[in-house]
């Protein structure tokens, strides 16, 4: 597999329960360094273990696939902020940038030739969602919210929630960014309109894209388009020892005009 042009952005979606048998997942756990394997031991819950050793070999064996190497070769560096990156690219196979998302049964993986934050969620939203929002949120974003018929409110707040994260995720700067320093507006179909002081798309090289691949699975994509391309959303679900499944999945919303 060559690496993404740079007209896409390739995301691989991968349900745990589908990586089940014990074959399998001794496989999967063959891939993992030691440090990795020592800190699987470590997870209580043996759902959350399944879903580590997963969703590890998946970062492993796709991102060994564009780099052409062994996946157990691969070495992970940490930002500032816990933005994980790869170690010593070689100089044939720079530019590459990915970003990991996982809840419930769901992890996704996006990969591009260009700056990417993901984040996925396919749990029910908490019933505390809106202390959350009225906390964390911008006033527009709160209002917003507010207006909504009741039982639209848990969805709009995923919808922000999913696009706030990819946003701080692009820019490696986690918590360290304020949720109520930027915000985004739905209120027109098909569209997200993206705001940060005060000022629309806030002089922002970045673009944003909703998906809804699955029942129950939202994600949301930000990525860097300063090089005034429009980059392809392109989406598979993730097999670790077959072919990966092309999924049929355009954007329900973005923030991008496409050609």
């Not at 399998?24 to 031991?41: F, K, T, V, Y």
């Not at 819950?45 to 399944?50: A, E, F, I, V, Y």
């Not at 796709?62 to 992970?76: H, N, Q, V």
Request: a negative charge; proline letters at 6%.
């Amino acid at each position: 597999m060559t690496a993404p042009s740079a007209e896409e952005v390739k995301i691989w979606i991968a349900y745990h329960d589908r990586v089940s048998s014990p074959e399998g997942l001794a496989h999967c756990r063959d891939l993992l360094s030691e440090e990795e394997r020592s800190r699987e031991e470590g997870i209580r819950l043996p759902s959350d273990r399944h879903a580590y050793v997963v969703t590890r070999a998946m970062q492993r064996l796709l991102l060994s696939r564009y780099l052409a190497t062994d996946p157990r070769d691969l070495r992970f560096v940490k930002g500032a902020f816990g933005r994980p990156a790869l170690r010593d690219i070689p100089a044939e196979h720079g530019g590459i940038d990915f970003n990991l998302s996982h809840d419930g049964n769901v992890t996704v993986l996006g990969v591009a030739r260009r700056v990417i934050g993901i984040d996925v969620t396919a749990s029910e939203c908490r019933s505390s969602f809106l202390d959350v929002a009225r906390r964390f949120f911008t006033c527009s974003e709160v209002e917003a919210l507010e207006a909504l018929p009741a039982d639209a409110r848990a969805d709009y707040f995923l919808q922000l929630w999913t696009l706030k994260e990819a946003y701080v995720k692009a820019l490696g700067g986690g918590l360290s960014i304020p949720f109520n320093s930027f915000g985004f507006s739905l209120e027109e179909p098909e569209t997200i309109a993206f705001f940060r002081n005060g000022e629309k798309n806030g002089g922002s090289p970045l673009s944003f894209w909703q998906l809804r691949p699955a029942a129950g699975v939202l994600l949301a994509v930000c990525a860097n388009t300063d090089d005034a391309s429009v980059p392809a959303i392109v989406v598979y679900e993730f097999q670790p020892f077959a072919e990966d499944l092309p999924i049929a999945c355009q954007p329900v919303r973005t923030s991008v005009s496409y050609p």
